[in-house]
């Protein structure tokens, strides 16, 4: 079993490229759901990957299955237009640093 789950997400057909990230439209209802997912311990890590107002963005997510977070972010007020998932793949760690190192 996969100790995390990745996600990429890209931009979708609705993405505004005259408008950088936190300027297109439903930014605040989007962070205010991605820091829901976030405080319930769902997403420990996500951002842009490269530029910040680049073509991806990555989630590092501790779910129980693909299908437990595809069902989630099928709620995000951009799913499928601003952002659309371009995969979902199990992550399992075989390499940690140690607490405090």
């Known amino acids: 079993m996969a100790d995390y789950f990745l996600v990429e997400h890209v931009r979708g057909p609705a993405w505004d490229p005259g408008r950088g990230r936190r300027d297109q439209a439903g930014w605040d209802e989007h962070a205010r759901f991605m820091d829901q997912l976030a405080d319930e311990g769902i997403v420990l890590l996500g951002g842009p990957v490269g530029d910040v107002n680049g073509e991806k963005s990555v989630l590092v997510c501790k779910v129980t299955s693909e299908s437990d977070i595809r069902a989630r972010l099928a709620r995000d007020p951009w799913a ?22």
């Not at 659309?84 to 992550?91: E, G, I, K, L, R």
């Open 80 to 101: 499928g237009t601003i952002l659309t998932v371009a995969s979902v793949q199990p992550w399992s760690i075989w390499l940690r640093a140690k607490a405090g190192a």
